[in-house]
């Protein structure tokens, strides 16, 4: 965990994610990369200089086979409030509309019911687990796919919601994440979701691990060129002027 929160603070810290006295919302999905965000952050408060809080808030899509129990159990441990949404999202995509590509759809609706509830809860803040190897990857499936040099931003305010996205996981790696909730032993909900494994994202990532092997650090390198380009929102210099 140490190694985490030094990665989670210099995050943090270089794009200006935390101000002083607010309450941080982590959308727990259940998966590893969230409920890691979910412990840092948790950890962080206890000695970070900005005085913060932390909860949790699940978007229940109502996919059959999925407990939250465990998610409910550590946000106890960790003195976090917690809050299920139950939202029909896997009836509309997989029943009613059955969606032959679903993701796109799947996430519009969680996105949409989260801050729904953030608004209903006077949240304003929200952080999201997606890492350093997610960013590699987005970066290169927006080259490939859509002919254009874009990437999710580490900090991202939005307008209709009024609701602010943070990313503080962005300097941890998929390995470390995977090694942090193995040795601390974090609950981690299976996702039975029909689209699971079988997406554009999964495609990139397996094409990225094999042209790591001709081309050493490739995604040490795509990372760079994100700051240094930089792409709109990942700036250093300009988060700290």
């Given at each position: 965990?140490?190694?985490i ?14 101000e002083?006295?607010?309450t941080?919302?982590?959308g727990?999905?259940?998966g590893?990369?969230?409920?890691l965000?979910?412990?840092a ?10 005085r913060?809080?932390?909860?949790a808030?699940?978007i ?15 946000c106890a ?24 590509n ?17 608004n ?11 890492h ?18 874009g ?7 939005l307008d ?16 470390e ?8 032993d ?9 689209a ?12 990225l ?24 929102g ?8």
């Amino acid at each position: 965990m140490q190694h985490i929160l030094s990665l989670v603070r210099r995050c943090v810290e270089d794009y200006n994610m935390i101000e002083e006295g607010e309450t941080v919302a982590v959308g727990v999905s259940g998966g590893k990369d969230s409920v890691l965000t979910l412990a840092a952050l948790a950890k962080l408060r206890e000695f970070y200089p900005k005085r913060f809080d932390v909860t949790a808030l699940t978007i229940d899509s109502g996919t059959p086979g999925t407990d939250f129990t465990p998610i409910a159990r550590l946000c106890a441990e960790l003195g976090v409030t917690y809050q299920r949404i139950p939202v029909p999202i896997y009836e509309i995509v997989f029943v009613c509309r059955k969606e032959k590509n679903p993701c796109s759809l799947c996430a519009k609706l969680r996105r949409g019911a989260l801050s729904t509830e953030m608004n209903r809860l006077g949240l304003k803040k929200i952080a999201l687990g997606h890492h350093y190897d997610d960013a590699v990857e987005t970066m290169v499936m927006s080259l490939f796919l859509e002919g254009r040099i874009g990437c999710f931003q580490p900090v991202t305010y939005l307008d209709r919601s009024q609701v602010t996205q943070i990313r503080p996981l962005l300097y941890v790696q998929e390995r470390e994440v995977r090694g942090a909730v193995r040795r601390l032993d974090l609950p981690v909900v299976k996702n039975p979701c029909p689209a699971n494994g079988t997406t554009k994202r999964e495609e990139t990532k397996a094409l990225l691990l094999q042209l790591e092997k001709q081309f050493p650090q490739l995604k040490k390198k795509i990372f760079g060129a994100i700051q240094r380009y930089p792409l709109y929102g990942w700036s250093l210099e300009e988060e700290q002027r």
